[in-house]
Protein backbone atom coordinates (compact mmCIF):
# COMPACT_ATOMS: atom_id res chain seq x y z
CA UNK A 1 0.00 0.00 0.00
CA UNK A 2 1.16 3.92 -0.94
CA UNK A 3 -0.30 7.33 -0.28
CA UNK A 4 -1.36 7.95 -4.25
CA UNK A 5 -2.58 11.82 -4.14
CA UNK A 6 -3.42 14.02 -1.96
CA UNK A 7 -6.83 16.39 -3.24
CA UNK A 8 -7.15 19.88 -2.66
CA UNK A 9 -10.10 22.07 -4.10
CA UNK A 10 -9.19 25.12 -5.57
CA UNK A 11 -11.15 28.59 -6.95
CA UNK A 12 -8.87 28.85 -9.98
CA UNK A 13 -7.40 25.87 -12.00
CA UNK A 14 -4.88 27.93 -13.71
CA UNK A 15 -3.55 29.85 -10.99
CA UNK A 16 -3.33 27.18 -8.93
CA UNK A 17 -1.20 25.24 -11.52
CA UNK A 18 0.89 27.83 -11.71
CA UNK A 19 1.71 27.83 -8.75
CA UNK A 20 2.71 24.51 -7.90
CA UNK A 21 4.58 24.38 -11.39
CA UNK A 22 6.43 27.91 -11.07
CA UNK A 23 6.64 28.60 -7.72
CA UNK A 24 7.26 24.68 -6.31
CA UNK A 25 8.86 23.18 -9.45
CA UNK A 26 6.34 20.61 -10.05
CA UNK A 27 5.26 19.15 -13.30
CA UNK A 28 1.96 19.26 -14.61
CA UNK A 29 1.39 15.68 -14.77
CA UNK A 30 -2.21 15.03 -16.59
CA UNK A 31 -5.31 17.13 -16.75
CA UNK A 32 -9.14 16.12 -17.52
CA UNK A 33 -12.23 18.44 -18.11
CA UNK A 34 -15.64 16.14 -16.76
CA UNK A 35 -17.82 18.76 -18.26
CA UNK A 36 -21.02 16.23 -17.30
CA UNK A 37 -19.94 16.89 -13.42
CA UNK A 38 -18.62 19.91 -14.10
CA UNK A 39 -15.25 19.56 -12.47
CA UNK A 40 -11.76 19.57 -13.41
CA UNK A 41 -8.81 17.52 -12.34
CA UNK A 42 -5.08 18.13 -12.70
CA UNK A 43 -2.41 16.36 -11.12
CA UNK A 44 1.12 17.91 -10.31
CA UNK A 45 4.37 16.28 -8.39
CA UNK A 46 7.81 16.03 -8.68
CA UNK A 47 8.10 12.46 -10.09
CA UNK A 48 5.71 9.74 -12.19
CA UNK A 49 2.32 9.08 -10.28
CA UNK A 50 3.72 5.86 -10.41
CA UNK A 51 6.68 6.63 -8.45
CA UNK A 52 5.79 8.78 -5.75
CA UNK A 53 2.75 10.80 -4.34
CA UNK A 54 1.43 13.81 -6.24
CA UNK A 55 -1.26 16.47 -5.24
CA UNK A 56 -4.73 16.40 -7.18
CA UNK A 57 -6.28 20.02 -7.69
CA UNK A 58 -10.19 20.01 -8.17
CA UNK A 59 -12.35 23.03 -9.61
CA UNK A 60 -15.67 22.80 -9.34
CA UNK A 61 -16.90 24.76 -11.82
CA UNK A 62 -18.35 28.02 -10.57
CA UNK A 63 -16.62 27.63 -7.12
CA UNK A 64 -14.48 30.40 -6.95
CA UNK A 65 -13.64 29.97 -3.57
CA UNK A 66 -13.43 27.06 -0.40
CA UNK A 67 -13.30 28.02 3.60
CA UNK A 68 -10.94 25.61 4.43
CA UNK A 69 -11.86 24.56 8.00
CA UNK A 70 -9.38 24.03 10.83
CA UNK A 71 -8.57 20.31 10.67
CA UNK A 72 -6.71 20.64 7.30
CA UNK A 73 -2.98 21.27 8.25
CA UNK A 74 -0.42 21.25 5.64
CA UNK A 75 1.86 19.49 2.97
CA UNK A 76 5.29 18.88 3.53
CA UNK A 77 7.93 19.48 1.07
CA UNK A 78 11.73 18.07 1.90
CA UNK A 79 14.07 20.58 0.72
CA UNK A 80 17.88 20.57 0.52
CA UNK A 81 17.40 24.70 1.85
CA UNK A 82 15.17 25.76 3.36
CA UNK A 83 16.29 29.38 3.20
CA UNK A 84 17.03 29.23 -0.11
CA UNK A 85 13.30 27.62 -1.41
CA UNK A 86 11.97 30.38 0.28
CA UNK A 87 13.86 33.09 -1.51
CA UNK A 88 13.04 31.35 -4.97
CA UNK A 89 9.34 31.01 -4.03
CA UNK A 90 9.19 34.51 -3.23
CA UNK A 91 10.90 35.50 -6.50
CA UNK A 92 8.51 33.55 -8.09
CA UNK A 93 5.19 35.17 -6.52
CA UNK A 94 4.82 32.83 -3.65
CA UNK A 95 3.45 34.39 -0.19
CA UNK A 96 6.12 32.88 2.26
CA UNK A 97 4.41 32.96 6.00
CA UNK A 98 6.50 31.75 7.99
CA UNK A 99 10.46 32.30 7.18
CA UNK A 100 12.76 29.45 7.59
CA UNK A 101 14.18 28.58 10.95
CA UNK A 102 14.57 25.86 13.57
CA UNK A 103 11.32 24.56 14.72
CA UNK A 104 9.83 25.68 18.08
CA UNK A 105 11.20 23.28 20.32
CA UNK A 106 13.27 21.18 17.86
CA UNK A 107 16.43 21.83 15.69
CA UNK A 108 15.00 20.99 11.81
CA UNK A 109 14.81 23.89 10.04
CA UNK A 110 11.18 24.75 8.73
CA UNK A 111 9.27 27.25 6.57
CA UNK A 112 5.50 27.65 5.21
CA UNK A 113 4.27 29.22 2.47
CA UNK A 114 0.57 29.76 1.26
CA UNK A 115 -0.91 28.31 -2.21
CA UNK A 116 -3.37 30.81 -4.09
CA UNK A 117 -6.15 29.07 -1.86
CA UNK A 118 -5.14 29.84 1.16
CA UNK A 119 -3.32 26.16 1.75
CA UNK A 120 -0.15 25.72 3.50
CA UNK A 121 2.85 24.12 2.25
CA UNK A 122 5.76 23.18 4.81
CA UNK A 123 8.91 23.12 3.44
CA UNK A 124 11.36 20.68 5.63
CA UNK A 125 15.37 20.89 5.42
CA UNK A 126 17.05 18.04 5.02
CA UNK A 127 19.01 16.55 7.96
CA UNK A 128 22.68 16.62 7.47
CA UNK A 129 22.62 12.90 8.55
CA UNK A 130 19.80 10.19 9.23
CA UNK A 131 18.39 11.03 12.16
CA UNK A 132 14.86 10.66 12.38
CA UNK A 133 13.17 14.25 12.07
CA UNK A 134 12.46 16.62 15.61
Keep these: MRILHTMLRVGHLQRSI ?3 TSVLGMRLL ?3 DYPDGQFTLAFVGYDD ?3 ASV ?3 TYNYGVERYELGNAF ?3 AIEVDDAYAACDAA ?3 GGRVVREAGPMKH ?3 VIAFVEDPDGYKIEFIQKK ?3 RARD
Design 18 to 20: DFY
Design 30 to 32: RQH
Design 49 to 51: ESR
Design 55 to 57: IEL
Design 73 to 75: GHI
Design 90 to 92: RQR
Design 106 to 108: GST
Design 128 to 130: ADA
